[in-house]
Nanobody, 111 residues
C-alpha cells in the first residue's frame, strides 16, 4: 500500500521555525525525487522545494530560498522541510509528493 504521510504542521508566530516531515511506505523511496508543494486558501498549488533521489541536489522557490531547507533520509524513508523565519504568506497546506504519489497534507499556519 503506497503512502506518503505528512506531519508536523502547526500554528506558529511569524519569525519562528517549524519542521514538517513526510514518511513514505509501499514503494522504493530511494529512487524518487521528492518535492514539497503548498496550497494556500483560495490559491493554486505552489511548488516549494525538490530534493533528488540521492539527496545531493536541492532546489527552492525564490519565495523560500534561504529560509527553508529540504532533506531526506533514505534509510528511514522520510523527507523533511525545515522552515525558518516563517512569514504569514507561508500559511498553507503542505504536501509531499513524487508527482505520481501524494500525501494528504499538513497545515502550517503562521499568525
Amino acid at each position: 500500500h503506497v503512502q506518503l504521510v505528512e506531519s508536523g504542521g502547526d500554528l506558529v508566530q511569524p519569525g519562528r521555525s517549524l519542521r514538517v516531515s513526510c514518511a513514505a511506505s509501499g514503494f522504493t523511496f530511494s529512487i524518487y525525487s521528492l518535492s514539497w508543494i503548498r496550497q494556500a486558501p483560495g490559491k493554486g498549488p505552489e511548488w516549494v522545494s525538490t530534493i533528488t533521489s540521492d539527496g545531493r541536489q536541492t532546489y527552492y522557490a525564490d519565495s523560500v530560498q534561504g529560509r527553508f531547507t529540504i532533506s531526506r533520509d533514505n534509510a528511514k524513508n522520510t523527507v523533511a522541510l525545515q522552515m525558518n523565519s516563517l512569514k504569514s504568506e507561508d500559511t498553507a497546506q503542505y504536501y509531499c509528493t513524487t508527482y505520481s504519489m501524494w500525501g494528504q497534507g499538513t497545515q502550517v499556519t503562521v499568525s
